[in-house]
């Protein structure tokens, strides 16, 4: 589209932050390297020879997960103001952390990917050979993360990952460079699906929305297979490209479809737009609704419309009873920006947590050594309790939090809008390493 | 899942569809045929005029106030954007006035942005038109039917204004030759500037009427537009009826391929307008030689 060439083109208001980014990086002065025997790889040791680290943020601050993409920007920008003071919250997560990592201030630049992977390679290859980023992030969409994970691979430079549900993005995608905090395709069918099965029986007709790229169609696949082993069956299921702006004709088919169920995998816009319309075209009071991959603000935004409504997610903020953490972040959170964080911030804040303590145990920022600190595979605490990362895939093992929406008569406040129903032991849910063909690569 | 209930649903949907692409193009097409500028902002366009529905609704509660306000708005809007910007974009050369536009369309995406978020924002449909009409052979939102109507007699308020005025057989000689019309003491320039405004209008109008059909968002327009090219090619540059013509089948490919398979529905979309730019490239209803 010459709509998307003239875009690449001309930036926007991330323009300001990345140059802002630029400029402050291009005026750091000159510090001679590190005493280290460490051979220079990637970005290392020029990306940290000064008083600073960079970080690369590429989120979508436009297109149909704009909303969930600022979201997750501000749980990234928390997190860096807490590793740079060294808050109460980080030390418990990275104990070793005491102001920035290994003593340098984190600095960052933000892009907007627009949720395209191109775009968001081009800014992160920019922050990358202009900043010297040492770390990269980015996601809210898996295709972006799967680019992301191939340019992270290439440069020899650390991709901790944003919001990403396919199962490529730590399987067939996987790469050495990359890590994954949060629940994703699989999980999240094996912690729904057993709830799905319990509420509303066995044997049962499914009708499916799915959006066409690699999220869509490994979380739609996942629950297929979990659903199958419960003699559930497939009516329809109507995959729609990103950003369709109207789902009259796939809604259409799922009335015809005689499905009992209606499996929402849409994310974003797509997944707000998508409910509401099927509410409109009377396919909800015909069949129930699921959300598998829970979308920040969906319930806000559908006016309602996930009242009863099951929905896996990675954070659900009401935990805070069960997790002091929880309460910590939420705390923090909502003082900073004054509403209760979903789980693109909590995604995102966890995931700096966690990569400031394996660079703190690595007693460097050299990536061999901080990926080797993540495969060590220890136990660490989060915001939804202990986890740890798989050295085989990258991938954080960790609980899937099962909600339900609440009726608008049960709510104690304007935010209260689920009622966790169970919070999944992660060890249970995961697939074998190898089940979707994840093979690393190499260190160097 | 071909069955007859289905495919008689999805050609009546196609129908609903193509009607609102129908009214979008035609605001596009006529200021193209017109101007000869290609409006790249007519989707950011289409976007505010949701979104100032959306606040005169808020405010008044009424729908009829919000599609009244989000038109006049958007015609004012573009009549300011004519007078101000776009008529110095008249004499140079298509990729200035592309630029300049889309750049338009941009602030004005950005702007709605910073003021209401990017969260969706919801437009309820008037009380009358609220809940599912039974066809008999599908049930189908109440609004979406009343806004083909809506669509039909607002394509036939623009058909009255092109074809049974003064106005309209201006702005028809301008589409066919502006230096003729021009030289006839005609003030063509005052005529650009209403034709661009009533262009703006059908774009906010559209705006409104679809937003309770959909949620608001700042970058609705976006989506819209480049389905709104592709009608405007398929129907031909520059001709009102066209724009009706490839809305319709717009509508209806998008509405019967995702019938047999949902993935080709834009696919086939695309296809089409390939085809009619091979086999007849100045579009179905439009004429050869025509900028």
Sequence with gaps: MTDDLIRRGLSRRGLLQTTAGLIGGSMLPAMPAFADD?????????????????????????????????????????????INEGHELIKKISPKTSKGVLGKELKFG????????????????????????????????????????????????????????????????CVRYGFRQNFFGQTAAAAIGPVMVREFGKGKKAAYLTPDYTYGHTVT???????????WTTATNQVAPLGAPDYSSYLLNVANSGADVLINVNWGHDAVLSTQQAKQFGVLDKMKLVVPYQVPFIARETGGLMQGVYAATDYWWTIEDKFPLAKMFNEAFEKKYGYKPEWGAENAYVSFAHWARMCEEAGSFNPPDVIKAYEKGETIPSLVGDVHYRPEDHQCVRPVIIVKGKQQKDMKNKEDWYDVVEIVPGESLMQKPDAFGCHLGDYT | MISWPNL????????????????????????????????????AMFMIGGYAGFVTYQYTGSFILAVIAGSLFVMLLGVVMERTIIRHFYHRPHEDQLLVTFGLGICFVEIIRLIFSSQSQIVPPPALFQGITNLGFMFYPTYRLAVVGIVAIALGALFIILYRTRLGMIVRAGIEDSVMVDSLGINVYRVFMIVFGIGAMAAGFAGIVNAPVVSLTPGIGDDILVQTFVVVVIGGVGSFPGAILGGLIAGEIISVTSMFNPG???????????????????GLLGVQGRE
């Design chain 1, 38 to 82: 460490k051979p220079a790889i990637g970005t290392y040791p020029a990306g940290v020879s000064g008083s600073t680290a960079f970080i690369g943020i590429s989120v979508p601050r436009t297109g149909t997960y704009a909303v969930q993409g600022e979201d997750e920007l501000k749980g990234y920008q928390l997190a860096i103001e807490h």
């Design chain 1, 110 to 173: 933000v892009a907007d990917s627009a949720a395209k992977p191109n775009e968001a390679v081009q800014a992160q290859q920019r922050f990358i050979s202009e900043n010297k980023a040492i770390m990269i992030t980015g996601g809210t969409s898996s295709a972006v993360a799967v680019a992301l994970n191939k340019l992270a691979q290439r440069e020899h430079v650390i991709f901790v990952c944003g919001i990403s549900g396919s199962n490529d993005t730590t399987g067939k995608d």
């Design chain 1, 221 to 231: 696949k996942s629950m297929q297979d979990f659903l199958a082993t419960a003699g």
């Design chain 2, 8 to 43: 008689v649903s999805q050609l009546f949907n196609g129908l609903a569809l193509g009607a609102l692409l129908a009214l979008i193009s035609s605001g596009l097409t006529i200021i193209y045929g017109t101007l000869g500028v290609l409006n790249l902002a007519h989707g």
């Design chain 2, 264 to 282: 080709y529905a834009y696919v086939m979309l695309f296809a089409a307008m390939t085809i009619v730019l091979v086999v007849r490239p100045h």
